[in-house]
């Protein structure tokens, strides 16, 4: 007997364990399947393979290039652990019936895509700049659980966005530093196994369950805090304010109608209030009163009126226009980064102890020149204007934008030069720096500047140009009138 109760008092204990485990939040984010703790859906397990794969080898890659890389790494590895828990989510519940209701399920996804690309725009001037780039072009591809019908070619259509930055990473590591061309491969790896895990279990959209309980109405991230308590109501109306005079008040339109109809009403009688005028008060039979004015204006203040039209004359109103703050130039070497800012009328900058992993970031310069002695990494010009710059080599790119009216001379090499949303830049080559690509966007007056002897041969970079379709493709040509 005694062993009998003993099996009893095991049972009730094994019931209560199993209770406190289904009343849990794992329930509400799809931790148990079928009631059982741990048993994932088989598309969530290929995606924990995905994370431990690809995605664990581009957070090995990143953290072994450090700085901003690392960074931003460990910004999409939140994103993803994010997107997880709303697969895991979805792989136990049926799809919100309202699409509002499914928004605020993707509102912290959407939160952590947003974080990764505003760390980009806040560090324009990074060396790493390409890294960032690639990164936060193609992030958006995890959305691809709110695409409807193939989110696959969405996917893809990321990835090539990626590309384009992480060629040039290529371009500049390839043959310097292999840890780079790593992390392009682990990095594109990403999305290249997320298309063919979408391919595999969602290819014609996100797979909710079919026999699972309503989504809950927001997502449970992991190490999120918990949710506050709404709220309490509102207290409830005041009573309605008590009136001294309760007798109906006409409003003032219908009591100023109703006057208008009565003093019409009185016929000839109403001519009975006007006041006679002798000929020596009419204007158009006495002209001198026609300069004085109505009496009217003469009983206000004479005084008053001339002394505000003297003043109007003499001291009229002025307006203070509101002056843009003013920053203090910098010069000044930020880790490896050299600030150029807020330069103004500067002639004699020279920035000559450089390295080859530095970049040089020229933000907001005007009427200034600045040289660059030595070989760095990459120079970006932001925002300027008549601003002149002579650099010697870079290994990587030249980028200006959002410019007008600059010039570029290059005393070495370089690659590329980049000329974005500017208006008006002349770039001058040297010997060495012939075979160098110039790639230009939403740009005019642009120059390219060939030495010819002791001289140089100015060329006209095309504005206009012209596509037309040949059978197959669109075909784009420089118009003859843009040169």
């Known amino acids: ?174 043959d310097s530093d292999a840890r780079h061309v790593d992390w392009v491969r682990s990095y594109l790896g990403i999305w290249t196994e997320m298309q063919a895990f979408i391919k595999q279990h969602h290819a014609t959209g996100l797979a909710w369950s079919k026999d699972g309980p309503m989504a809950p109405a927001s997502l449970s991230v992991p190490g999120s805090p918990a949710s506050c308590p709404p709220p309490p109501p509102p207290p409830p109306p005041g009573p309605p304010p008590v ?97 150029v800012e807020y330069q103004e009328q500067a002639h004699d900058l020279v920035i000559d102890e450089t390295e080859l992993k530095q970049v040089v970031y020229i933000f907001s310069c005007n009427h200034s020149t600045i040289q660059v002695k030595g070989k760095v990494n990459s120079i970006i010009m932001d925002n300027c204007k008549k601003l002149g710059l002579v650099f010697d080599n870079a290994v990587g790119i030249v980028e200006v934008i959002n410019s007008k009216d600059v010039k570029l001379q290059v005393m070495g090499k370089v690659p590329t030069i980049s000329i974005n949303k500017t208006e008006g830049c002349h770039v001058y080559l040297s010997e060495e720096a012939l075979n160098c690509e110039i790639v230009s966007a939403k740009s005019s007056e642009m120059n390219i500047l060939i030495p010819q002897g002791d001289d140089y041969k100015e060329l006209p970079v095309p504005e206009q140009f012209k596509t037309v379709w040949d059978g197959s493709k669109l075909a784009t040509e420089p118009t003859e009138i843009a040169g």
């Open 1 to 174: 007997m005694e062993g009998l109760v003993e099996r009893l008092e095991q049972a009730v204990i094994r019931l209560e364990e199993v209770s406190v485990k289904l009343q849990g939040p794992g329930l509400a984010n799809g931790d148990m399947v079928n009631g059982i703790n741990g048993a994932l859906s088989e598309w969530m397990q290929a995606f924990d393979r995905l994370l431990k794969g690809p995605v664990a080898d581009y957070l090995k890659n990143s953290r072994a290039i450090g700085d901003d890389v690392a960074q931003h790494a460990e910004m999409v590895n939140s994103a993803l652990q994010v997107e997880r828990a709303f697969l895991n989510m979805a792989s136990t519940h049926q799809e919100p019936a309202q699409q509002t209701e499914l928004a605020d399920l993707l509102r912290p996804l959407s939160e952590k895509i947003q974080e990764v690309q505003s760390f980009r725009e806040k560090n324009r001037g990074s060396a790493l700049f390409n890294h960032l780039s690639a990164v936060s072009e193609s992030i958006p591809a995890l959305g691809w659980v709110a695409v409807g019908q193939k989110p696959g070619p969405y996917v893809k259509e990321m990835n090539d966005a990626a590309i384009f930055y992480t060629n040039r990473v290529l371009k500049d590591y390839k």
């Open 243 to 339: 009136f001294l005079d309760e007798a109906p008040k006409q409003d003032a339109p219908a009591a100023q109608r109703s006057a208008l109809f009565a003093q019409l009403n009185q016929g000839e009688a109403i001519t009975k209030g006007l006041k006679h005028v002798s000929d020596e008060h009419k204007t158009h039979k006495n002209p001198g009163l026609r300069s004085q004015g109505s009496p009217q204006q003469q009983q206000a203040s004479p005084a008053k009126s001339k002394g505000k039209k003297k003043q109007n004359k003499k001291h009229p109103p002025v307006q203070t226009p509101v002056q843009p703050p003013v920053h203090p130039p910098v010069l000044e070497l930020e880790g490896k980064k050299w600030r």
